[in-house]
């Protein structure tokens, strides 16, 4: 029982959260500046201004990476550094830039991949109407396309947009992330319609643009499903709600990825939001179904699931008991079998493609200690747990493609600030002193190991 010998061992991270140097050479404001300067949007107050710095401390980054064995590394470009204005002239120090991030690793034997858009959308764009101007479509088309010809030479995975669920979820709809807006519903399927050409665009241009072949995929997200028993009845109950669309929340993970992989939005959706829907021109459903490579897709926690009477299924009340295992964000519950559960349904639904875990990480608020060192068991359990159940997923046949460890580095974790640490380096923000963690260490052997130290574990039960 291993994973497969092309499986790539990565970290991630994004942009906005480790970069800092908001304002040097020619980068302008992103939605996240804006947001995280009002007042009560994130906690204390924090912006990502100088988070790890890692615009100039790159180089020790890549190192620590290098050291690390690590065979994959996500990150993220800040369309603000590279085009300024969103559109139009390009920023060459902006340019220059990921030039040196991307050789770098090239050199230090890391694979770069490469989102093109980790929620920092340039302010000017923005104030265009973002994401409900249709004319973002071509935005983010020359965007892809300006980044193929600088970078579609040394970089062959990409992948266009990070969770659009929450992009349009947190971000126009809940109002919890930049830029903060509570839309109604239609606005918000108009968005994530204009989102999903903008990704079919995209995939266009970096084909086009790059040199040779070329693994793209966007990284999608939602909330997983954990069948409470082995039992056919729980396990239908968990597909079939893991994929329905009838909420009125972007959540729902078959509106985005049926439209991707299929060409067409669910049936169940088109009919529950029939009175929201947005303008759906002639060919817009085959520039979204774009071929891909892979599927991408970040995994933290979930949920258990049963079959109910009448063919209804239930979510089983206080699903993991009282005082569960989570990390310091609540909604982060110690959900191992989520990843499992995730992807076997997902290729099941989308055959043929590979399955990527672009993130998986848990947070805590690990410190230096006097002796120097940041002990870390819990994510080390987590990884070893959520590890061992996406390897039992790889046994059972699911293809699986890769897995990286979100996140890099401790960093601005959005509205929290910087509270909840999810790295396996530690950062001191005061001094921006990097101090691996023993999980650094310990993942670092697994991926020697390449896996065959991991433990053999039974399925999860409510
Ligand atoms: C995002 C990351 C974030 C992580 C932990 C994901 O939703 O892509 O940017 O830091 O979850 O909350």
């Known amino acids: 029982m291993s994973f497969p010998h092309d499986f790539t061992w990565g970290v991630a991270s994004s942009s906005y959260q480790i970069e800092g140097a908001h304002d040097?050479?020619?980068?302008?404001?992103?939605?996240?500046?804006?947001?995280?300067?009002?007042?009560?949007?994130?906690?204390?107050?924090?912006?990502?201004?100088?988070?790890?710095?890692?615009?100039?401390?790159?180089?020790?980054?890549?190192?620590?990476?290098?050291?690390?064995?690590?065979?994959?590394?996500?990150?993220?470009?800040?369309?603000?550094?590279?085009?300024?204005?969103?559109?139009?002239?390009?920023?060459?120090?902006?340019?220059?830039?990921?030039?040196r991030l991307i050789d770098g690793l090239l050199a230090a034997g890391i694979t770069p991949w490469v989102t093109l858009y980790h929620w920092d959308l340039p302010l000017s764009l923005h104030r265009r109407g973002g994401f409900l101007n249709r004319e973002i479509v071509d935005w983010f088309a020359d965007y892809a396309a300006l980044v193929a010809q600088r970078y579609g030479d040394r970089v062959k995975h990409w992948m266009t947009f990070n969770e659009p669920q929450c992009?349009?979820?947190?971000?126009?709809?809940?109002?919890?992330?930049?830029?903060?807006?509570?839309?109604?519903?239609?606005?918000?399927?108009?968005?994530?319609?204009?989102?999903?050409?903008?990704?079919?665009?995209?995939?266009?241009?970096?084909?086009?643009?790059?040199?040779?072949?070329?693994?793209?995929?966007?990284?999608?997200?939602?909330?997983?499903?954990?069948?409470?028993?082995?039992?056919?009845?729980?396990?239908?109950?968990?597909?079939?709600?893991?994929?329905?669309?009838?909420?009125?929340?972007?959540?729902?993970?078959?509106?985005?990825?049926?439209?991707?992989?299929?060409?067409?939005?669910?049936?169940?959706?088109?009919?529950?939001?029939?009175?929201?829907?947005?303008?759906?021109?002639?060919?817009?459903?085959?520039?979204i179904a774009q071929p891909i490579d892979f599927l991408a897709y970040n995994c933290y926690s979930g949920w258990f699931v049963r079959a109910g009477a009448n063919g209804t299924v239930e979510k089983v009340p206080g699903g993991f008991g009282p005082g569960n295992a989570r990390g310091t964000l609540p909604w982060l519950q110690v959900a191992p079998d989520a990843a499992y559960w995730a992807a076997r349904f997902q290729t099941e639904r989308y055959p043929g493609l590979p399955f990527v875990f672009t993130e998986n990480g848990v947070c805590n608020t690990d410190h230096v200690l006097l002796d120097g060192t940041v002990p870390d068991p819990q994510r080390i359990d987590f990884l070893a747990r959520?590890?061992?159940?996406?390897?039992?997923?790889?046994?059972?046949?699911?293809?699986?493609?890769?897995?990286?460890?979100?996140?890099?580095?401790?960093?601005?974790?959005?509205?929290?600030?910087?509270?909840?640490?999810?790295?396996?380096?530690?950062?001191?923000?005061?001094?921006q002193r990097r101090t691996p963690k023993a999980s650094f260490a310990w993942y670092r052997d697994t991926i020697r190991a390449h896996g065959a130290n991991l433990p053999v574990l039974p399925p999860q039960t409510p």
């Open 24 to 99: 040097v050479d020619g980068r302008t404001p992103s939605i996240w500046d804006q947001f995280s300067r009002q007042p009560g949007k994130t906690f204390e107050g924090h912006t990502g201004d100088v988070a790890c710095d890692h615009y100039h401390r790159w180089a020790e980054d890549v190192e620590l990476m290098r050291q690390h064995g690590v065979q994959g590394y996500r990150f993220s470009l800040a369309w603000p550094r590279l085009l300024p204005d969103g559109t139009g002239a390009p920023n060459e120090k902006g340019l220059a830039f990921y030039d």
């Open 386 to 431: 959520y590890l061992a159940a996406i390897r039992r997923a790889g046994a059972e046949g699911v293809p699986l493609g890769g897995y990286f460890y979100w996140s890099v580095l401790d960093n601005f974790e959005w509205s929290e600030g910087y509270k909840d640490r999810f790295g396996l380096v530690h950062v001191d923000y005061r001094t």
């Open 167 to 287: 992009t349009i979820g947190l971000g126009y709809q809940e109002g919890l992330h930049a830029p903060g807006w509570k839309l109604p519903f239609a606005d918000c399927l108009a968005g994530a319609h204009h989102l999903l050409l903008a990704h079919g665009r995209a995939v266009q241009a970096l084909r086009a643009g790059c040199r040779g072949p070329v693994k793209i995929s966007i990284a999608q997200t939602s909330r997983e499903r954990i069948p409470a028993s082995a039992a056919a009845a729980d396990i239908e109950a968990a597909r079939r709600d893991y994929f329905s669309c009838t909420d009125r929340a972007m959540w729902n993970l078959s509106w985005w990825a049926d439209a991707v992989v299929f060409g067409r939005y669910p049936e169940e959706g088109l009919q529950a939001f029939a009175a929201d829907l947005p303008e759906i021109r002639a060919g817009d459903m085959a520039l």
